[in-house]
């Protein structure tokens, strides 16, 4: 029965998975500046569309994980889009209008996983389900690191940094009812589970 339950998870976190991936839409102009940020999850993509004419969007050389360049587009509505797949930064700008006109970064950071589940944790959680605090008592003693609450589509509901006491609580009486997973991450380990909000 545990070996099904665990399969069922591991397909259904998968699922999910895919299906959190997320198009971003960002509008390109001359005079935008150099602040055109975002923070996004593996697989998502960034389209651009150009609402004045003649850009282009290439990272830049030596400042980005990833290499992604449009070539030259010149009528408004033209859009280039691009999906990254890699963890890290990537500083971006418009080739004919320069970086001090037209920058940014895409930050790319890892969304939550099936590879993140540990049979043997070492941490609990009660009372589950709940509707307002959440505790999680630890085996051991941790060092600082950080407990983060994702929704079933991966995306990051809650964070808060963990000390090393063996017990801490979270209040997590403003999230929607429905399952959640809480991640809690130390020392370049992560550990998974999953809770119930009534």
Do not use: R
């Amino acid at each position: 029965m545990k070996t099904k339950l665990l399969i069922t998870i591991t397909i259904l976190l998968g699922v999910s998975k895919m299906n959190s991936q997320t198009t971003h839409n960002l509008d390109w102009f001359a005079g935008i500046g150099q602040n055109v940020d975002l923070t996004i999850d593996v697989g998502d993509t960034v389209i651009w569309t150009w609402t004045s004419p003649n850009h282009t969007v290439e990272n830049v050389p030596g400042n980005s994980v990833e290499v992604f360049d449009s070539g030259f587009l010149g009528p408004i509505g033209s859009t280039y889009s691009y999906t990254f797949t890699v963890v890290g930064d990537n500083d971006y700008f418009c080739g004919v209008h320069g970086a001090f006109s037209m920058s940014g970064t895409i930050t790319v950071q890892n969304n939550l996983g099936v590879d993140d589940f540990k049979i043997d944790s070492n941490f609990n959680l009660y009372p589950n389900p709940t509707n307002s605090i959440l505790s999680i008592s630890f085996k051991n003693e941790i060092p600082n690191g950080t407990l983060e609450v994702y929704d079933m589509l991966g995306k990051k509901a809650l964070s808060q940094a963990l000390d090393s006491n063996k017990l801490t609580s979270i209040d997590i009486s403003n999230l929607n009812s429905g399952l959640y997973l809480i991640k809690v991450s130390y020392e370049g380990k992560s550990e998974t589970k999953q809770f119930l909000k009534n």
